[in-house]
């Protein structure tokens, strides 16, 4: 089992800069990448970013050059960087871990809210 534990959500500004952490812990070994997700009211879990660990990294289209996904080895940590925060970008964002980069989640941590207000 591996244990995902996100902190760093928060209501914010557009415009404004949030990052989120994600922590991981118990049997890491079986995870070879990490990733977030966002879940809106009313709406399906999306992908935001994922990140391997060798660093190959991907994102969605509607945070491409604003989010930067990236991931400390040592502290098996990962984190995004959020960037030029929207309205609409407000949503519930979880960490996810992978058995492999092309994979689907197979871990979850329990959520953190990220609210930007207009």
């Known amino acids: 089992q591996v244990q995902l534990v996100e902190s760093g959500g928060g209501l914010v500004q557009a415009g404004g800069s949030l990052r989120l952490s994600c922590a991981a812990s118990?049997?890491?070994?079986?995870?070879?990448?990490m990733g977030w997700y966002h879940q809106a009211p009313g709406q399906q879990r999306e992908f935001v970013a994922v990140?391997?660990?060798?660093?190959?990294?991907d994102y969605s289209d509607s945070v491409k050059g604003r989010f930067t996904i990236s991931r400390d080895n040592v502290k098996n940590t990962v984190y995004l960087q959020m960037n030029s925060l929207k309205p609409e970008d407000t949503a519930v964002y979880y960490c996810?871990?992978?058995?492999?980069?092309?994979?689907?989640?197979?871990?979850w941590g329990q959520g953190t809210q990220v609210t930007v207000s207009s």
């Open positions: 996810s871990a992978h058995s492999g980069y092309g994979d689907p989640g197979r871990y």
């Open positions: 990140i391997s660990s060798g660093g190959s990294t």
């Open positions: 118990g049997s890491i070994f079986s995870i070879n990448a």
